[in-house]
């Protein structure tokens, strides 16, 4: 998504404060630079409170800069307010002064609005101008606090235009091109249950479960392990493999639909292999036990250690309370001062296992595990195809859930790399030939329209929209680099939609710079309608 402008909420502000505006803008206050630069802040040590939002990525390139990216639910006020105290967390805690922002191209701090009113007017105010959508949690606290704050803009303002000027040309074929991916889905829904088989069909189900969180990553990961791994052929009884032998003939001559399980090497899916062993050490761990027995070794060690040691133990026991070190890093440190001071692990078996349990499982990157996840079941629905028709209709299911994704600006950098590399299985005119064919063929009253060009006339602007989307990233990541150092500062915030979170981040990584993404908390959704109106009338291309 595209955020509103920082000069038109800056203009909009002026008018509520009753500041007089030249050259149609307001020039901000001077940046007000730390005195002293805040020390270094790893990814591991920072906590956000859990009433205000969550941590959902961390990644430490063990250099010192880190960034904090925060996702930005646009013109959502329970979101946006939500940002707001998680903000005033990182200035308390952490020495944040740097705020970096998706919409502006200059330093768009508000701190001149202080001078001009007292306290409670410019809370009042705020508070109205954040619930009507003209500012941003950051602009909130940017008027209502007396913290030294920055608010930079980190666009390339005609890029951010360009990209303004598509998502405007999106907007407009949006939702006849979205009506008619639906009608053609609800096709494919039907369709399944007489193309697919079975496991087929349950595979699907389950998702869909999964997408829509109604199945757990637990529950999921099991089931696609059952189907990855089914029981091999030797530890069938007799009975069974005589069934599935006529389950096989059966299949053969066109009688049923069945496809005959087969085992799938896991060693392509390092991190859900590691994901699925945790999960079984897991299962053996009493963690009311782990609490005991942990407690028990640091009192034998208390003992045991010389002062020297007894100081590093004390020191990272308050490091790991205090979130500094993770529960591996502890954990590993425990096992091996244990081993020094001959203390056997085996006398401790839950705090044995969960010594495992952590040092694989944050071994696990997250945006691989789900990447495997997908590639696995894809290759799962591949091994259960029994013939082409079946095949046909998992890609095109696939690419409909894809398209809709991609018309919505919500489709994720993998998947438009996808699209690119298979733009010509995206035609609307053959998926509605198939499912036609199919929903005749089984004598289903339903019947596609034909009405391509609504998805055949967006598809140009999309690819555009998206196109200029990545040069933002770059330019985001070029920026943010820029003002860190021109600030002297270690640790800042970048506010960005989360629509551009894969791909910045995969970004940050390939440049080996640390950070966390967060979410503020947020249960009530966005005004779509504020929004489009906040975006719309609110944007105008910078004059040349």
């Not at 003209?134 to 951010?160: C, F, H, T």
């Not at 100081?311 to 070190?325: G, M, Q, R, T």
């Not at 078996?349 to 691989?368: C, F, G």
Request: glycine fraction near 4%; aromatic fraction near 10%.
């Amino acid at each position: 998504m595209v955020k509103l402008p920082r000069s038109a909420a800056i203009i909009i502000l002026a008018i509520l404060f009753s500041v007089s505006i030249a050259s149609g803008a307001i020039t901000p206050a001077a940046s007000q630079k730390n005195v002293k630069a805040p020390p270094v802040v790893k990814a591991g040590e920072v906590k956000i409170p859990s009433d205000f939002g969550r941590i959902t990525e961390k990644f430490d390139a063990g250099g010192d800069k880190l960034v904090v990216h925060m996702q930005d639910a646009h013109t959502n006020y329970e979101a946006q307010k939500n940002a707001a105290l998680i903000l005033d967390d990182l200035i308390n805690k952490y020495g944040l002064y740097l705020i970096l922002v998706e919409g502006g191209s200059r330093d768009v701090s508000l701190n001149q609005y202080r001078e001009q009113m007292s306290l409670e007017d410019r809370k009042k105010t705020a508070e109205e101008s954040l619930k009507n959508g003209v500012i941003a949690g950051e602009e909130y606290l940017n008027i209502v606090s007396d913290y030294p704050m920055k608010l930079q803009g980190i666009e390339d303002r005609a890029l951010y235009d360009e990209n303004m000027k598509a998502f405007l040309e999106v907007d407009k074929l949006k939702q006849e091109a979205l009506s008619y991916v639906k009608t053609i889905s609800e096709a494919a829904a039907n369709v399944k249950p007489k193309v697919y088989t079975k496991a087929l069909q349950e595979l699907d189900e389950k998702r869909i479960g999964f997408k829509e969180e109604k199945v757990t990553l637990n529950e999921y990961v099991n089931y696609l392990n059952a189907l990855a791994k089914p029981q091999s052929a030797a530890k069938k009884n007799w009975f069974a493999r005589i069934w599935e032998m006529i389950l096989i003939f059966l299949s053969k001559i066109g009688l049923i639909k069945y496809t005959p399980p087969s085992r799938i090497d896991l060693a392509a899916y390092p991190n859900y292999k590691a994901l699925m062993s945790s999960m079984e050490i897991e299962k053996g761990i009493d963690f009311a036990e782990v609490e005991k027995e942990r407690a028990d070794v640091i009192d034998l060690l208390s003992k045991k250690l010389n002062q020297n040691d007894l100081s590093e133990l004390l020191n990272k026991s308050v490091d790991f309370k205090a979130a500094k070190i993770t529960q591996a890093q502890y954990h590993s440190y425990l096992k091996d001062i244990m081993a020094k001071s001959k203390i056997g692990m085996k006398e401790y078996p839950n705090l044995n296992k969960y010594v495992q349990y952590v040092s694989l499982y944050e071994k696990i990157d997250s945006a691989a595990l789900f990447k495997e996840m997908k590639a696995l079941q894809s290759a799962i629905e591949q091994a259960l195809a029994a013939n082409e028709e079946q095949k046909r209709l998992l890609a095109i299911a696939k690419n409909l859930e894809l398209m809709t994704e991609f018309i919505d600006l919500e489709l994720t950098p993998d998947d438009f790399d996808y699209f690119k590399q298979n733009e010509g299985e995206f035609n609307a005119a053959a998926w509605v030939r198939f499912l036609n064919d199919q929903l005749a063929k089984y004598k289903l009253t339903q019947r596609v329209p034909e009405n391509a060009g609504s998805i055949e006339k967006i598809i140009p602007h999309l690819k555009n929209f998206y196109t200029i989307a990545r040069k933002r990233d770059d330019i985001f990541l070029n920026n943010t680099r820029k003002y860190m150092n021109e600030e002297g500062v270690n640790l800042s915030v970048l506010i960005a939609g989360g629509f551009h979170t894969p791909n910045l981040m995969k970004l940050f990584r390939e440049n080996k710079i640390s950070y966390i993404v967060v979410a503020p908390k947020v249960l009530k959704p966005t005004d779509e309608k504020l929004y489009h109106k906040i975006l719309t009338e609110g944007w105008a291309p910078a004059e040349k």
